[in-house]
DNA sequence: ATGAAAGCGCTAACAC
DNA sequence: GTGTTAGCGCTTTCAT
C-alpha cells in the first residue's frame, strides 16, 4: 500500500552538505533563534539545493505533535456537506489557521465503519485536535474522542448539559427576539419552520419561538409549527406548504435557518401571498443563498466567521496546554446573536 | 503547540503483559500470518486491556507509508464547494475507499500559501497520494506533486495533452450526442450554456455542441453560446436569460451541467417558455437537483460513481507500484457517457 | 512460530 | 552558537 518516495534527501545530508551538525538544520527549519546569519543562509542553501523536505513522519515521532487538526462532520446524510452553512464553516474555520502551521483536514464520518477509522486516526496521533460540526444527540465521537484525551472542541451542543468544549451561538435568544419583532410589527399568526428536533439547535430556536409568544401572551398553536429532517431550503419549502395549507391567516414566518426561510419564500410567494406585504419571513443563520431571495428577508445573524475563530481558539490553547495541567474540563462559549432587519417586517 | 497523550501504552508494553516480543504484536496489529492462535488472542486481550492504539506516526516513519490519501479541491471560490459536483465526488471517493484502512483526507486549497502548506503536508509523507478536482487549466499543483514523485490521479484533465494520470468522462462525444437528439427533433436554434473556458472540460463541451451543429450543417452562431464563470444554478439562469432576450425564437439549450440547467429551466419559466413544448433543455452531470426542477429535464449522465471508484482504483495502484519500476508515466482514463432522455425533447 | 535487534528521520536536552 | 546524543514507537529482517 504505497511506499514513500526512497532517495528523499534527510536531515542528516543537509547537515553534512551545508558543513554543520543537525541540530543546526533542525533550528534552521524551525525557525529556532540562536543562529548565526551566515550559518542559517548556509543551511537554507543546502536545503534548496537537495530539495530537502522534512519527514513529517519522523518529526511527529520525535515532537510528539502532527500540525494538523480535523474539521469533522458527522452526518450520515453526505448530501448535507454541500449546504451553506458547512461551506461558511470551512471557511471560516481555514481562514482563522492561515497565520498558524496548521494543517486543515476535512473529514466526513457517515458511518460507524468511518468513525471507528477516525478515532484510530486521531488516537493515533495524526492530528493534534479535532473539531466537530453537525454533532447530533446521540453521537458518541465527540466523548469517544474527549475521553481518549484529544483537544476536542465542538460547534453547537447535544444538550444542555454538554460534557465537551463547544461554542455556540444564543439559539434561544435570537430566535426570542426575532419573534418578538414580528409581534411588535403587529403580526400575530406566526408560523415556524424548525430544523430536527433531535438537534439541540434546533430545540432552542423552537423555544426562542415559544418563549416569545408565551411573553406576548399570544398562545402557542402546535399546528402553527413543522420540524424538518434538515435544515434544507427544500424542507422549509415542503413545511411552507403544509403551514399555508393548514392556515390561510398566516402572517408571519419564522424559519430556523436562512436556507429554510428561502424555500418558504418560493412556497409563499406559489401561493399567491406577497412578501412582506401580506406575509413577513425571519430566518437564522444570515448566509448568501446561492440564489438570491426576491423579497427582502430579515435574519438572526449568527457570527460564523467568529464562531470559526472561536473554535480554533480554544482548540488551540487546549492543544497547547500540558496534558497534566487540566484547570478546566472543558469550556462553553455562547456568542451573541444580531437581529438584521432587511425589510419593515 | 500541542502535545501528543503521555501515558499512552506503547507496543512493547502490549508485549510485555502479553508475554511475547514486539514482533509478535506487531504481526496480530496487521492481521500478518504466521501466529498461533493462542498466541493471538493473549495480544489481543492485552491490547484491549490496555486501550492500546498504535502511533501512526512511528508507523509511517518505520513503515515507509501513511495509509491517507488527500482529496484535494483547488479552487480558489471556495463557495462551490458545497456544489452537488463536489459532493458526489466525495460520496463517491469515499465509497470506493470503504473496504481499504485508508483515511481520506479532504482538503480545501485556496490560496498559494494553502497550496504550499499543502504541499509540503504531501511531500512529508502525511499521505500515500493525492485525488485532484477542479483543476483549473493554469494550476501548478498537479505537477508539483507528481514531480514530487507522489502518485497523483485527477478528475478531469487541464488540457488536451495532459501530463499526469487522469480520469475523465467523454465530454465532446457526450454534448455531441445531447444536441445531436436535439436537432433530430426538429429544434433548430439551439443555444449552448457554457463552462468557463479556462477549463479544458468546459471547451470539449462546447466543442461537442459546435461539431454536432456542424454535422447536421446548421451554423455556429456565437450569439448562442453564454460563457459563464463557474458552473452554478445561478450563472445558469443568467445566461439563459441572456440568451432568451437575444434569441427569442430560441427553441432549444443545451447547458454544460445539470445545475446550470437547472437555473437556466427557471429562467424560461420566468419568460413565459413552456418546457419542453417551447424549448427543450438538456444538461450534462445528472445530479439530483436539491430543489427538484419541475419540468422534465434530460441529461448526458456523467458516471460519477464510476470515475470515482476508477480514481481511487488507479490511485491505489500507483501506490502500489514501487518507484524504481516505472513501466509507464501516467495513465489516462475515459469513461463513457450516457444520454438519459426524460422527456420527449 | 517467535524473540532480538537494527534502523526509519527527526527533536530536544545536553555538552562544549 | 553549534555539535553530539539519546530516544520517539514502530516495522522488518534475521536468527532461532
Redesign the pocket.
Known sequence: MGRQRPG?P???EVAARA??????V??V??NAV???DS?RRAVQQAIAELGYV??LA??S???HRADAIALVMTEPDWRLFGEPFFTEVVHAVGDALTDTPVQLLLTLVRTDTERRRFVEYARGGRVDGVLLMSVHAEDPLPDMLAKAGLPTVMLGRRSGDEGVTYVDADNAGGARGAVTHLLNGGRSTIGAISGPLDMYVAQCRLRGYREALELAGVEVRSSLVAECADFTEESGLRAATGLIARHPELDAVFAASDTMAAGALHALRAAGRRVPQDVAVIGFDDFQPARPTDPPLTTVRQPLEEIGRTMVRLLLEEMEASPEDSPVAWRHVILRTELVLRDSA
Open positions: 528523499t534527510t536531515l542528516e558543513g554543520v551538525g543537525r541540530g543546526t533542525s533550528r527549519i524551525n540562536g543562529v548565526r550559518t522534512p519527514n519522523a518529526r515521532l520525535a515532537g
